[in-house]
């Protein structure tokens, strides 16, 4: 007997695959990519708004010591209880008040605050991103 069966089966042709089924495959593999990138992209966001809002009681209470310690007040206080006298010499008030300035608590709110802003509007801007991801993976 012979060893060569391709002649029995030579009528029968390879079965094609579907039409379509390559860029079906394609948007699933894009499809699971922006969902890991969605997913990474979450992440980042929520570490970074964890950090701004548990770092905002520390940076608002130097700010506010600082300028306490700093005597702005007292400027502050003598300009809206004496505004005459704060006409007269509002250039050496104003540079007083520049001098005694808190830059360091200054910045380090301020630096704060964008980074809450920031992200939470990236968070409100892909809400639905996340949202998707979220009920997705339930």
């Known amino acids: 007997m012979s060893k060569n069966y391709k002649p029995f089966f030579s009528?029968?042709?390879?079965?094609?695959?579907?039409a379509g089924l390559f860029d079906r495959i394609i948007l699933a593999i894009r499809r699971e990519q922006e969902l890991r990138n969605t997913k990474k992209l979450a992440f980042?966001?929520?570490i970074l708004l964890i950090v701004s809002f548990a770092a905002a009681p520390f940076s608002w209470t130097l700010f506010t010591g600082q300028i306490q310690d700093s005597g702005m007040l007292q400027f502050i206080e003598v300009v809206l209880s004496d505004?005459?006298?704060?006409?007269?010499s509002w250039k050496?008030?104003?540079l007083a008040i520049a001098e005694s300035l808190p830059v360091m608590g200054i910045v380090l709110f301020t630096i704060n605050m964008i980074l809450a802003a920031?992200?939470?509007?990236?968070?409100?801007?892909?809400?639905r991103l996340l949202v998707s991801y979220l009920l997705r993976g339930v």
């Not at 505004?83 to 007269?88: D, E, I, N, S, V």
């Not at 920031?118 to 809400?127: H, V």
């Open 44 to 46: 980042g966001f929520l």
């Open 83 to 88: 505004l005459g006298a704060f006409f007269a």
């Open 11 to 18: 009528y029968l042709e390879p079965p094609e695959p579907p």
């Open 92 to 94: 050496d008030f104003s």
């Open 118 to 127: 920031f992200t939470l509007r990236l968070f409100l801007y892909k809400k």
